[in-house]
């Protein structure tokens, strides 16, 4: 069965910070690893998607990196701000669906 | 540039109504396009995705049905809410299944 693991469930991290977020999943065949901030009430917005053959990926302070060996993948935020709190998704396409985690809810406080 | 729309945003419905919700892209053609399901606490489910009109796979079998009247609409749909329908709706597109997929704003659907 397509499972995707995302740690912690929740986060709480002082403004200026950095905190890195986890992902482990087992779905075969496997095509791309994404990642998604969902902002509460909202749809879910892009980050980084990566593919099997690509080890890491940066948009702006977002760093996603992958190891498609272990089946792990992580997200690095760097120099938290107020705007990142969110949850967010790692997701990963097989043959024809995605397969999402159930999310790490990220709180930045001042 | 591509954008995808998705209503109504909210929406209260009773035990028994019948609901129609509707997405239409623009920009692009021949897009695949999904219904996804998000309860709370939980990941998003996949409940029908569509590779062209009139082609629809459904995913999750329940008392919901998709349809794709046009290239770039798709439309789910039920002719009796249940309690447990309720929950965060969103729409997506994508080139390819293998391919970045764009989400619409979603619906919050409250079935009372």
């Known amino acids: 069965k397509n499972q995707v693991e995302q740690s912690p469930q929740s986060l709480i991290i002082l403004e200026g910070k950095n905190c890195t977020l986890q992902c482990n999943y087992t779905v075969s065949p496997f095509s791309n690893l994404r990642w998604y901030k969902q902002d509460t009430g909202r749809g879910p917005v892009s980050l980084t998607i990566m593919t099997f053959s690509e080890n890491t990926k940066s948009n702006g302070r977002y760093t996603a990196t992958l190891d498609a060996d272990t089946k792990q993948s992580s997200l690095h935020i760097t120099a938290s701000q107020l705007s990142d709190s969110a949850s967010y998704i790692c997701v990963v396409g097989g043959s024809y669906q995605l397969t999402f985690g159930k999310g790490t809810k990220l709180s930045v406080i001042p | 540039s591509q954008t995808i729309h998705q209503w109504p945003a909210t929406l209260v419905q009773p035990v028994g109504s019948p609901l129609s919700l509707e997405c239409t892209v623009e920009?692009?053609?021949?897009?695949?396009l999904y219904w996804y399901r998000q309860a709370a606490g939980r990941g998003l489910q996949l409940l029908f995705y569509?590779?062209?009109?009139?082609?629809i796979s459904s995913e999750v079998p329940q008392n919901l049905s998709a349809s794709r009247p046009q290239d770039r609409q798709f439309i789910l749909s039920s002719k009796k809410l249940l309690l447990s329908d309720s929950g965060f709706y969103l729409c997506?597109?994508?080139?390819?299944?293998?391919?970045?997929?764009?989400f619409g704003q979603g619906t919050r659907l409250t079935v009372v």
């Open positions: 997506a597109w994508s080139v390819r299944v293998d391919t970045e997929a764009f």
């Open positions: 569509s590779v062209g009109i009139g082609q």
């Open positions: 920009g692009t053609s021949n897009p695949n």
